[in-house]
């Protein structure tokens, strides 16, 4: 409803929606409203680009409200590791939604048999913290350690790995770090 409602009708060409296994892609003509920044999107803050469309939409009950509609995509995404992204040019915006679905699948279905043969102590590893992470709403390194059977510096390059592989979620900062499943 955004790229319909925030579309800027002066210029020509289509709205872009890109599927994709791990997100879709929707790219509108027109970019910012002059005078709000990408920032001040991100707060909330809508002016309407066509006024008379967004009623139309209001009153048959397809929108809610004006300037909800990146709040709610935010909340949507609060507690997965992937988040959406916003991106503008002077002419252009474009919102990028993860597949939570895809990264959920990621993690169900992780096997490192792709990088090597050699990898099979380091995919029982993952799947040992998979679990446990499974059974535990959040993880501390020193219970992946005791899960492991490892170092502190090795059960630190596990938790890399897998925040990069997009496997977990962390949390907090320093000494009170935790990780989740992501989505």
Known sequence: M???????????????????DDRIEFVTIGGLVKGLSLADIKLGVSMLR??????????????????????????????CAVKPQLLATDNAFKLVLPNINFAAKRVKNYSLADESKTASKKEERYQIVLELARQN?????????????VSTSTAVLVLKKMLQLGLLKKYGEGRNV??????
């Open 50 to 79: 066509n006024k008379n469309l967004a009623n139309v939409f209001y009153r048959l009950h397809l929108i809610e409200a004006y300037g909800t509609g990146l709040l709610k995509i935010d909340e949507c995404y609060a507690d």
């Open 2 to 20: 955004n790229a319909v409602i925030h579309r800027e009708y002066g210029i020509g060409g289509p709205t872009l929606i890109s599927i994709f």
């Open 178 to 183: 935790s990780y989740s499943l992501a989505c």
């Open 137 to 149: 709403s959040l993880v501390t390194r020193s219970m992946i350690e005791k899960a492991l059977h």
